[in-house]
T-cell receptor
Framework: GQQVMQIPQYQHVQEGEDFTTYCNSS?????IQWYKQRPGGHPVFLIQ?????EVKKQKRLTFQFGEAKKNSSLHITATQTTDVGTYFC???????????FGKGTLLTVNP | DAGVIQSPRHEVTEMGQEVTLRCKPI?????LFWYRQTMMRGLELLIY????????DSGMPEDRFSAKMPNASFSTLKIQPSEPRDSAVYFC?????????????FGPGTRLTVL
């Protein structure tokens, strides 16, 4: 079945440093969604990417979808302590309703 | 909007006991998902309902797990009998339509501990 891998599993940065998490699928995706889960919280939708090579920005966050639609990345510029949490990607392949989630990248930020 | 509501928020029970988790989706959403989250396996889809009908229950671990959605505003996930390996956070999520291209809204989750 479809597998979605995320790396790294953990990332610790100093406040102000940049952060990137990568998402790789074993199959071509029709779309990919990114979610953020604060410690002790629940996943909250950030963004969706649909087109090959798509790039979207939300303030300090930049999301990319690979040309082959098998990988994606989330980059945070100049991290802040409010960025702490686990970032998940969820991809959809052949299924029209199911998102397969990666295990997430836990970001911690040292003030 | 109150968002997705789940109860209880925490549940501690002993092995062999029945556990029932509850979910109220966002009004107007016709799709409901139950997920289980553990460190080892991440976020796994257990079952998906569309218009109150179970569409995909292939993620339900075994016969000890069952889920119902008697109406558009209520769903339950039952584990009977519970086992220690069922300890996890269980999330309910709802969305406006039954496609993977729509944002899913997650509830606060139920943290289940089976002793």
């Amino acid at each position: 079945g479809q597998q979605v891998m995320q790396i790294p599993q953990y990332q610790h940065v100093q406040e102000g440093e940049d952060f990137t998490t990568y998402c790789n699928s074993s199959t071509t995706l029709s779309n990919i969604q990114w979610y953020k889960q604060r410690p002790g919280g629940h996943p909250v939708f950030l963004i969706q990417l649909v087109k090959s090579g798509e790039v979207k920005k939300q303030k300090r966050l930049t999301f990319q979808f690979g040309e082959a639609k098998k990988n994606s990345s989330l980059h945070i510029t100049a991290t802040q302590t409010t960025d702490v949490g686990t970032y998940f990607c969820g991809g959809s392949g052949g299924s029209n309703y199911k998102l397969t989630f990666g295990k997430g990248t836990l970001l911690t930020v040292n003030p | 909007d109150a968002g997705v509501i789940q109860s209880p928020r925490h549940e501690v029970t002993e092995m062999g006991q029945e556990v029932t988790l509850r979910c109220k989706p966002i009004s107007g959403h016709n799709s409901l998902f139950w997920y289980r989250q553990t460190m080892m396996r991440g976020l796994e889809l257990l079952i998906y309902f569309n218009n109150n009908v179970p569409i995909d229950d292939s993620g339900m671990p075994e016969d000890r797990f069952s889920a119902k959605m008697p109406n558009a505003s209520f769903s339950t996930l039952k584990i009977q009998p519970s086992e220690p390996r069922d300890s996890a956070v269980y999330f309910c999520a709802s969305s406006l339509s039954g496609t993977a291209r729509v944002e899913q809204f997650f509830g606060p989750g139920t943290r289940l501990t089976v002793l």
